[in-house]
Nanobody, 116 residues
């Protein structure tokens, strides 16, 4: 069982930055691929960024490539999402996701609001 707790959301002006954190419980964190998804009001949840268990491989949605950076610290059981050059269309609830063979877990989300 893995529990995920996101933090770092808030209100920021367009062009600003935020760093989201996702703290995971459990001793097997390093075996999970991790990711961030987001869901804006009235829209489907969408993939934002992903990182392999080792941190060697990262993946991004085209809409955030070059602005967002995902990273992880396996010693701290934490994954991060650094978000720069934020746009109003980045406004959404952001969810942390953990995936391993046959198992996946979601956090409860943290709200990011970008004002124009």
């Amino acid at each position: 069982q893995v529990q995920l707790v996101e933090s770092g959301g808030g209100l920021v002006q367009a062009g600003g930055s935020l760093r989201l954190s996702c703290a995971a419980s459990g001793r097997t964190f390093s075996s999970y691929a991790m990711g961030w998804f987001r869901q804006a009001p009235g829209k489907r949840r969408e993939f934002v960024a992903g990182i392999s268990w080792s941190g060697d491989n990262t993946y991004y949605a085209d809409s955030v490539k070059g602005r967002f950076t995902i990273s992880r610290d396996n010693a701290k059981n934490t994954v991060y999402l650094q978000m720069n050059s934020l746009k109003p269309e980045d406004t959404a609830d952001y969810y942390c996701h953990a995936r391993n063979v046959g198992r996946e877990y979601w956090g409860s989300g943290t709200l990011v609001t970008v004002s124009s």
